[in-house]
């Protein structure tokens, strides 16, 4: 079964090839399949019945694709366009502007209003040719169904609609003569001329001969149109996100791609001036941004950045100018934001990853932003770095401390590690000082960075294992105390030994605390061996031995404690009450 996305890929691809009628066709299909509304199927077959100038049509889906998604500006640029088509400026002014208000950067909706308001112009400059006068007659239409040069036209609801919207406003009927031949019948029976016209009531007849003489201008169609009618013919919809090289291929376009495809094999051998030629002369024979983009990426290669921002900031005003496919307009700002990335400009380069992604989202995009992100980080991280200014925020931090004031000196001693990330002494400052504040799992993560800063720093294995014993980790806290104990020796000549072995007695007493003053022996013993350790230990055939031995002979137990493996497991026992050492 055929899903909507695919419903809508064969739409875009019918749109290109300006098969409108079709598109039309998979359009719907696409919203009739889609199990949610989805604003932009209806945008695109807005842009379908505009291109055929069935803006009523067009206008209807616009206003489904607003109703469905109000934030999302380009539907208002649908509207905009469908107003303007009908000659409702003030409606389309008011749609344009709602769309430049969510998105400042809407090209196409100013683009859109700059339209209207020269239109509004045009408008006020024509003289009336007493069209005021001729509509406003009330029998209009029923004039026009008795006459018979026109009354089978009266059949048709749109065009009938058409005329009652110009007794507010003639002059658009001016925009429409020649998009619409049967005005021009209209018109010779309400001024009642005789201009020797066949009858048009179809709206597909047209004279087979010319009825201009040979001496009469022989003016185009195109060339006959007043200024008005110029600028309605430029107020095409905005075209639909489709990729342009599926645009119809003319002779210029082939000898373009020619020329780009030279381009590219001069640049895979590095021949940059070749490249650009080349690239230049696809530009010139087909406007496509592919070909600038292309050719600031050869401008950079030769090391001339300045000169392919230049190019790619120029394919981004012709990209809105000719409402290019916004993945392409993405692709340029993706490629300046590469450009700044490479010249290490991180904070131009985020600006225009974030354009692109505005255009259009994609994950590699997304990718280069988030690392970019990171490099700035770390960029200015080290931009910061002073040691001098550093020692200055630890002198700071530790006056506070001495007073008392816990958050002043987290933040002096915050400042010190932005100074000096690699100095182990604010991490473990910091930590004393969060300890304070009761903030124990953050001092633990502080006294882990300074270990990793300095891993013979014993003062930051200390305050971590006092905050684990503060959240009762008392395991984890034992083992942070045995890795003291070792590097305390190693170091220090065991210096803090004695702080140490404190800290070891208090957790492995709070370790085992009893849950009644009350309990037996037997239930001490009991509980204590539920304790995974403690199993371990008793299990040991080496501590079974030294157990025995003890039992006959307490003073060998001391001799066996002098080995750091065995007074651990020792004071876990006495802690879990499974040896008493007292009366």
Same mark, same amino acid.
């Given at each position: ?98 769309? !430049? ?31 005021? *006068? ?125 020329? +780009? ?33 292309? &050719? ?26 000719? &409402? ?30 974030? +354009? ?13 932003? &988030? ?62 000082? !969060? ?13 882990? +960075? ?8 014993? &003062? ?26 070792? *590097? ?96």
């Amino acid at each position: 079964m055929t899903t909507a996305d695919e419903y809508k890929q064969q739409g875009n691809a019918a749109f290109v090839a300006k098969d409108y009628e079709k598109a039309i066709d998979l359009f719907s299909k696409a919203i009739e399949v889609s199990e949610t509304p989805n604003h932009v199927f209806y945008s695109n077959r807005s842009a379908c019945y505009a291109s055929l100038k069935k803006f009523p049509e067009a206008l209807n889906d616009a206003e489904e694709c607003v109703k469905i998604n109000p934030t999302w500006s380009k539907g208002y640029n649908r509207l905009g366009a469908a107003h303007l088509g009908l000659g409702d400026l003030d409606e389309a002014e008011g749609s344009y502007k709602k769309a !430049l208000e969510l998105d400042g950067s809407n090209q196409a909706a100013k683009d859109g209003l700059d339209q209207v308001k020269r239109t509004q112009e045009s408008r006020q400059g024509m003289p009336d040719l007493g069209l005021s *006068k001729i509509f406003a007659d009330p029998n209009l239409i029923e004039n026009l169904k008795k006459n018979p040069k026109t009354s089978e036209m009266m059949k048709d609801p749109e065009l009938v609609a058409k005329l009652i919207k110009y007794k507010t406003n003639p002059q658009a009927m001016s925009q429409d003569l020649f998009t619409e031949p049967r005005l021009m019948t209209i018109m010779a029976t309400l001024m009642g001329v005789d201009l020797n016209m066949p009858d048009l009531s179809s709206s597909n007849s047209m004279p087979k001969e010319p009825t201009e003489t040979p001496e009469q201008s022989k003016e185009t169609p195109a060339e006959q149109k007043s200024e008005p009618q110029a600028e309605a013919t430029k107020a095409e919809p905005e075209p639909m996100e489709v990729d342009s090289a599926g645009n119809e291929e003319t002779s210029k376009k082939e000898e373009a791609e020619k020329e +780009k495809a030279l381009g590219n094999k001069a640049y895979k051998a590095r021949q940059f001036d070749e490249a650009i030629a080349h690239y230049d002369a696809a530009w010139n024979l087909h406007q496509d941004i592919t070909y600038l983009n292309n &050719r600031s990426a050869a401008e950079f290669e030769k090391g001339d950045a300045e000169t392919a921002l230049k190019t790619l900031d120029e394919a981004v005003e012709k990209g809105r100018e000719m &409402r290019t496919d916004y993945k392409l307009i993405a692709k340029s700002f993706a490629r300046m934001g590469n450009v700044h990335h490479k010249t290490n400009n991180l904070k131009k380069a985020i600006e225009f990853y974030q +354009k692109s992604l505005t255009e259009h989202r994609t994950p590699e995009i997304l990718t280069k932003l &988030r690392n970019t992100e990171k490099e700035l980080k770390k960029q200015e991280a080290e931009e910061y770095i002073n040691p001098e200014k550093a020692e200055e925020a630890r002198l700071e931090g530790k006056d506070y401390f001495t007073k008392g004031d816990w958050p002043n000196a987290v933040k002096a001693y915050t400042e010190m590690i932005k100074r000096a990330p690699e100095d182990a002494r604010g991490y473990s400052n910091r930590a004393a000082a !969060l300890s304070k504040l009761m903030s124990f799992p953050e001092a633990i993560e502080d006294c882990n +960075k300074a270990i990793e800063k300095d891993p013979n720093f014993i &003062r930051a294995y200390i305050r971590k294992a006092t905050a684990q014993i503060a959240v009762k980790e008392f395991a984890a806290a034992i083992e942070t105390l045995d890795a003291a104990r070792t *590097k305390d020796a190693e170091v220090n000549n065991s210096a803090n030994v004695r702080e140490i072995d404190q800290l070891y007695v208090k957790a492995s007493q709070q370790r085992f605390q009893p849950a009644s003053s009350n309990e037996t022996p037997e239930q001490v013993y009991e509980r204590a061996m539920k304790d995974p350790e403690v199993i371990a230990i008793m299990q040991d055939p080496v501590m079974q031995s030294i157990l025995q031995q003890a039992q006959q002979n307490p003073a060998a137990l001391q001799e066996h404690m002098k080995n750091p493996d065995v007074f651990k497991k020792i004071q876990t026992l006495i802690a879990a009450g499974i040896i008493r050492t007292g009366p």
